[in-house]
């Protein structure tokens, strides 16, 4: 069964520090893999995309990593803000249907304190 | 900021009424679906349609309908609401390649929190 786990659940750091959130899928056959943000009663909104060949893929103080074979990906945030507060979605690609699916992970909710 | 936009942002309705949830893109994207969102869960696809006339049934059953008459609105109705429908509901659209992987980002609207009592 296609699958995407996240890790944490959620998540307190104080402002400035570094985070890594987790994301293992089952998903296969693999296209691509996307982290998407999204803030508290918004619509969420992407930050990186990561194909098969890529291993890794920075976006400001968000980066990516991607391990295709263990099937892993992780999202690193360097010197956390206040506006880093949301929760953080892993959405997976297939290729194996005719015109591809999403799967959807639950999320990580980072809180990011004073 | 991308350019799609939902309407109502929040609804309070009471049980048996007929609600429509409006949805408008103006990127020209063929793709246009519907989530469902509860707390703490993932997002569940309740519709799509890749153009003008197509509407299919995503992978959550829903008793919700929908309609594709102009390739920028994808409006979402419910002909009779009950408390279970109670969610937030996100609209969203891509661009379609016409192939197989579905690689495109998707650009969600700020969502429509439903509440029926």
């Known amino acids: 069964k296609n699958q995407v786990e996240q890790s944490p659940q959620s998540l307190i750091i104080l402002e400035g520090k570094n985070c890594t959130l987790q994301c293992n899928y089952t998903v296969s056959p693999f296209s691509n893999l996307r982290w998407y943000k999204q803030d508290t009663g918004r619509g969420p909104v992407s930050l990186t995309i990561?194909?098969?060949?890529?291993n890794t893929k920075s976006n400001g103080r968000y980066t990516a990593t991607l391990d295709a074979d263990t099937k892993q990906s992780s999202l690193h945030i360097t010197a956390s803000q206040l506006s880093d507060s949301a929760s953080y979605i892993c959405?997976?690609?297939?290729?194996?249907?005719?015109?591809?699916?999403?799967?959807f992970g639950r999320g990580t909710q980072l809180t990011v304190w004073p | 900021e991308a350019d799609i936009y939902q309407t109502p942002r929040y609804l309070v309705i009471g049980t048996g009424k007929k609600i429509t949830l409006e949805c408008s893109q103006t990127?020209?994207?063929?793709?246009m679906y519907w989530y469902q969102q509860d707390p703490g869960m993932e997002l569940h696809l309740i519709h799509y349609?890749?153009?003008?006339?197509?509407?299919e049934k995503g992978d959550l059953s829903s008793e919700s309908t929908v309609s594709r008459i102009r390739t920028e609105h994808f409006p979402l109705t419910l002909e009779s609401a009950r408390p279970s429908h109670t969610s937030q509901y996100l609209c969203?659209?891509?661009?379609?390649?016409?192939?197989?992987?579905?690689?495109?980002?998707?650009?969600f609207g700020e969502g429509s929190r439903l509440t029926v009592l």
């Open positions: 969203a659209s891509s661009h379609y390649r016409g192939d197989r992987e579905e690689t495109g980002e998707l650009f």
């Open positions: 349609s890749y153009g003008v006339n197509s509407t």
């Open positions: 959405v997976v690609s297939d290729r194996g249907s005719t015109l591809g699916r999403l799967y």
């Open positions: 990561m194909t098969f060949s890529e």
């Open positions: 990127m020209g994207h063929d793709k």
